[in-house]
């Protein structure tokens, strides 16, 4: 998701990797020229990108894009959904690897990003092919009729676990559920750095393993960079953004317990996927980390 409309990163940020975000992307547009049919799309996203780096919108990594793009390919979805539209620049990317006369819906609640993603997908020829749904994805999800294929899953991060239960109901057997930026750029990690996190039941058959902690670089203040997102509102763990790089170290310091709060809650959307019964579940840490789950 790209993420929910907002703040958002600055050009030239590394990723994970350590790769420069720019260039990457660059890269990634090329690809799509060396096919005649994605040329104008391209076209369209080399110019979506000077506009998101000018407006300081967020776009989805380049490493996050090239895990998913290999995914749609071996998938070949019919039916796509995205739930976090901002300006459309990743639901553009996934046009590219639907199957035959497959569509891409993608949802928004940011009605300012909902005019400015329809045109950027008219201008791509795609407006018969991506439908932008405006409203908030809680009051959409239970509405949807039929089932999707793939669903990209990059909204506000502390809303993933209400969000859930919606989108298994409208995910087919067999489709595939990727949900971007839950490991929150360390906040929910667990001690010893990246690794695969799985929930695990106690001895009394509740509760999970993870770490309700904050990582030592999140009391160093101002000049911390984490590229997870805004992080706005109180205390309701609404998190926005696909690569952000906006400073967020003054605001750790300043009120801590929102944070604490969204980790808690991505944390518990990871619970969630790992011990449903209906779901083969996994989390990776590419780009600010990837949910990815198969529907048995």
Same mark, same amino acid.
């Given at each position: 998701?790209?993420?929910?409309?907002? @703040? &958002? +990163? %600055? !050009? #030239?940020?590394? $990723? @994970? &990797? +350590? %790769? !420069? #975000?720019?260039? $990457? @992307?660059?890269?990634?547009?090329?690809?799509?020229?060396?096919?005649?049919?994605?040329?104008?799309?391209?076209?369209?996203?080399?110019?979506?990108?000077?506009?998101?780096?000018?407006?300081?919108?967020?776009?989805?990594?380049?490493?996050?894009?090239?895990?998913?793009?290999?995914?749609?390919?071996?998938?070949?979805?019919?039916?796509?959904?995205?739930?976090?539209?901002?300006?459309?620049?990743?639901?553009?990317?996934?046009?590219?690897?639907?199957?035959?006369?497959?569509?891409?819906?993608?949802?928004?609640?940011?009605?300012?990003?909902?005019?400015?993603?329809?045109?950027?997908?008219?201008?791509?020829?795609?407006?018969?092919?991506?439908?932008?749904?405006?409203?908030?994805?809680?009051?959409?999800?239970?509405?949807?009729?039929?089932?999707?294929?793939?669903?990209?899953?990059?909204?506000?991060?502390?809303?993933?676990?209400?969000?859930?239960?919606?989108?298994?109901?409208?995910?087919?057997?067999?489709?595939?559920?990727?949900?971007?930026?839950?490991?929150?750029?360390?906040?929910?990690?667990?001690?010893?750095?990246?690794?695969?996190?799985?929930?695990?039941?106690?001895?009394?058959?509740?509760?999970?393993?993870?770490?309700?902690?904050?990582?030592?670089?999140?009391?160093?203040?101002?000049?911390?960079?984490?590229?997870?997102?805004?992080?706005?509102?109180?205390?309701?763990?609404?998190?926005?953004?696909?690569?952000?790089?906006?400073?967020?170290?003054?605001?750790?310091?300043?009120?801590?317990?929102?944070?604490?709060?969204?980790?808690?809650?991505?944390?518990?959307?990871?619970?969630?996927?790992?011990?449903?019964?209906?779901?083969?579940?996994?989390?990776?840490?590419?780009?600010?980390?990837?949910?990815?789950?198969?529907?048995?």
């Amino acid at each position: 998701m790209s993420g929910r409309g907002g @703040m &958002s +990163g %600055r !050009s #030239g940020m590394s $990723d @994970m &990797s +350590g %790769r !420069s #975000g720019r260039g $990457d @992307m660059r890269e990634a547009e090329d690809v799509l020229v060396s096919s005649g049919s994605f040329r104008m799309r391209a076209d369209v996203l080399r110019e979506m990108k000077t506009y998101a780096e000018a407006a300081f919108i967020p776009v989805i990594k380049p490493d996050t894009w090239a895990f998913l793009n290999l995914i749609g390919n071996i998938a070949k979805p019919r039916r796509v959904l995205e739930i976090g539209t901002a300006m459309g620049y990743s639901a553009i990317l996934m046009s590219t690897f639907i199957c035959g006369e497959g569509t891409v819906d993608t949802v928004e609640r940011d009605f300012s990003m909902v005019a400015l993603a329809r045109s950027y997908i008219k201008k791509a020829g795609l407006d018969s092919t991506i439908r932008v749904i405006a409203g908030e994805a809680a009051d959409i999800l239970p509405n949807v009729g039929g089932s999707y294929d793939l669903i990209f899953l990059d909204a506000a991060k502390g809303q993933y676990p209400e969000l859930l239960p919606g989108i298994l109901r409208i995910l087919c057997k067999g489709g595939i559920l990727i949900a971007d930026n839950v490991l929150y750029k360390g906040l929910v990690e667990e001690a010893k750095g990246m690794v695969t996190l799985r929930g695990q039941q106690g001895a009394a058959g509740g509760g999970s393993d993870y770490m309700d902690t904050m990582p030592a670089w999140a009391d160093q203040g101002a000049g911390t960079w984490i590229d997870a997102g805004v992080v706005t509102g109180d205390d309701q763990g609404t998190a926005t953004g696909a690569d952000t790089g906006t400073c967020l170290g003054a605001d750790l310091q300043a009120d801590p317990r929102k944070h604490r709060t969204i980790s808690s809650r991505l944390r518990q959307f990871i619970y969630d996927i790992e011990n449903n019964k209906s779901l083969i579940s996994c989390v990776i840490p590419v780009g600010d980390g990837l949910a990815v789950c198969i529907k048995k």
